[in-house]
């Protein structure tokens, strides 16, 4: 038997739960081959060590109480409210309202990021007016100006240009 093997089997072997026939291949195996011995002996001393342990009684109400702890239902706390409505509510309905609570947030957010007394370069009332509001959606055109691309196509325009 290889050594693979053997070690595989070592525990079912130290538990007498292998054939008659293997568990003589793996006794002559034991013999023969030192770095298997020794990985027997270890286990043997930590079954040894495992068995002098004194063995730990639970108190006579442990099972009892560990039943009822299983059987009861969680219902403690605010989670299992919310969980209830939303067992009443379909998905479309509970998308929405999350949908809802993320955009009143957002406002929220944005409205006390953008406060006139946090940036003060947002006093100024150029700075606020609607040209200039419009005029920064602009980022959002196919190409924003000052862009690499605009560049280019300020030149691909301007080679037009001079060709006609």
């Known amino acids: 038997m290889?050594?693979?093997?053997?070690?595989k089997k070592?525990?079912?072997?130290q538990d007498r739960e292998l054939e008659l026939q293997e568990q003589e291949q793996?006794?002559?195996h034991l013999l023969s081959c030192r770095t298997c011995h020794e990985r027997h002996a270890a286990l043997e001393q930590v079954w040894q060590t495992l068995a002098e342990l004194e063995e730990i009684h639970p108190d006579?109400?442990?099972y009892r109480q560990l039943v009822i702890k299983?059987?009861?239902p969680c219902e403690q706390g605010l989670l299992p409210n919310f969980?209830?409505?939303?067992r009443l509510m379909p998905s479309p309905v509970i998308a929405s309202i999350l949908l809802v609570i993320g955009?009143?947030?957002?406002?929220?957010?944005g409205s006390i990021l953008t406060r006139h007394d946090l940036l003060p370069s947002q006093n100024d009332p150029l700075i606020n007016s609607q040209g200039t509001f419009f005029s920064s959606l602009k980022a959002f055109d196919p190409v924003p100006p000052g862009t690499l691309a605009h560049g280019y196509l300020q030149m691909a325009n301007y080679e037009e240009r001079e060709s006609r």
């Not at 290889?2 to 070690?7: A, D, N, S, T």
């Not at 955009?103 to 957010?109: E, K, M, N, Q």
């Open 2 to 7: 290889k050594c693979r093997i053997v070690q």
């Open 10 to 13: 070592l525990s079912a072997y």
């Open 26 to 28: 793996v006794t002559s």
């Open 60 to 62: 006579p109400w442990f």
């Open 70 to 72: 299983i059987k009861e």
């Open 83 to 86: 969980q209830r409505v939303f």
């Open 103 to 109: 955009i009143l947030a957002g406002t929220y957010l």
